[in-house]
């Protein structure tokens, strides 16, 4: 079984907290640990900044992010799939810019983790940027398996 959802959000950092509960309520769907909801939202999190003080330098209402997921129920539990997508300035340097305590604001407290941390929190990750146009991260999460006792039911 199938199911998902498409957010589409102003690039405002009043939305980030938005962003990564509307991702971990959706998630419920897959009957998800707390944990495994924490590894999401944190993701989440991560490149929902990423596209508000990077992608349009700050955010701004009239800068859109879309959020787009999609949950696989399996056997063992489920997958989650996320897209965050920007229209911003995009990365130069995909290959650099996923190196960890690589940043291009240094002086603003800017550790250049985002996307390490997406990578270690996730299952799968994929980054594709074209200067001028946009950014997208693709992510997956695996969900289940034998964790049944820290099960949380929507
Ligand atoms: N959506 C985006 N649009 C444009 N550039 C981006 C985007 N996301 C990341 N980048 C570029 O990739 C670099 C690395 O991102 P990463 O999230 O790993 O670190 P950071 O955002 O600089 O620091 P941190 O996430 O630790 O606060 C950024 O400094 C920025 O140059
Ligand atoms: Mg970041």
């Given at each position: ?64 992010i ?44 800017r ?44």
């Open positions: 079984m199938e199911n998902y959802m498409k957010l589409e959000i102003a690039a405002l950092s009043e939305n980030e907290s938005f962003a990564r509960s509307a991702v971990a309520a959706f998630a419920l769907y897959l009957n998800p640990s707390i944990s495994e909801l924490e590894d999401i939202k944190t993701a989440v999190s991560e490149a929902v900044t990423n596209s508000v003080v990077h992608a349009y330098a700050g955010g701004g209402a009239q800068n859109k879309s959020i787009e997921c999609r949950a696989e129920k399996t056997q063992e539990g489920g997958v989650l799939h996320i897209t965050v997508s920007d229209g911003g300035c995009g990365i130069e340097d995909v290959e650099k810019a996923v190196l960890p305590f690589y940043t291009t604001l240094e002086n603003d407290e550790s250049g983790m985002g996307f390490t941390i997406m990578q270690t929190f996730m299952d799968g990750f994929a980054l594709e940027s074209e200067k001028g146009r946009g950014t997208k991260v693709r992510m997956f999460r695996k969900l289940g398996g034998n964790r049944e006792g820290e099960r949380m039911n929507a």
